[in-house]
């Protein structure tokens, strides 16, 4: 008789919505580093490319591990992949001022809203074989790939960008929140967890 573990990782891992439940959970560390993991990871990439998008969460395909991918080079419709990179279990250091950027969320389709980060920091990551890197930003500076690594960072932490804006911004996407939330409710029969401000 052989037992099989069960894995955290779906096969055939598919883009989830707000406000499904796992985007507002905090992710748990991966703590093992197997073809499982990478396999994971490589499905990762072809749903944001699917999406077009140049970011992609775990808790956005429903997993709630602390594992987000990237790819900040490429641009809309880019059928190539530029840069993808695997970030597992970041962290950020020395953050230093602020900046602002018009964000979007593929888990939030059709809303964009200028949200504060930070200007300049450090990111600890592990790749898809354990080996932790160290990067330094500057968004001023022209690193792009620091705002979609603060936004994926969230993510892992329960956190979406909606969360960050202002009252008078939220007024402005409120109509674009409830139509979302009403698709998930006619698509799951469930209300989801509904941000509440
Ligand atoms: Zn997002």
Redesign the pocket.
């Known amino acids: 008789m052989t037992v099989t573990a069960s894995s955290p990782y779906p096969l055939y891992p598919e883009l989830v919505q707000y406000p499904h439940p796992t985007l507002r959970k905090r992710a748990a560390p991966v703590t093992v580093f197997d073809d499982r993991l990478r396999a994971f990871c490589q499905q990762m990439f072809l749903v944001m490319q699917r999406h077009q998008g140049v970011g992609l969460?775990a808790p956005?395909v429903a997993v709630g591990r602390r594992i987000f991918v990237t790819d900040h080079l490429r641009k809309r419709d880019d059928p190539e992949p530029k840069d993808r990179r695997v970030w597992i279990n970041p962290r950020i250091e020395r953050c230093e001022g602020q900046t602002s950027y018009e964000e979007g969320?593929?888990?939030f389709p059709g809303l964009y809203a200028k949200v504060q980060r930070h200007n300049r920091f450090t990111i600890y990551a592990s790749d898809e074989w354990g080996v932790e890197r160290a990067l330094d930003l500057d968004v001023e500076a022209g690193d792009f790939l620091g705002i979609v690594v603060q936004?994926?960072l969230d993510?892992l932490d329960g956190k979406?960008?909606v969360e960050l804006l202002t009252a008078a911004q939220l007024t402005l996407v409120r109509k674009r929140l409830r139509e979302l939330e009403a698709d998930y409710k006619t698509a799951t029969g469930k209300a989801g967890a509904v941000l509440r401000r």
């Open positions: 969460a956005q969320c593929l888990s936004h994926e993510h979406v960008f």
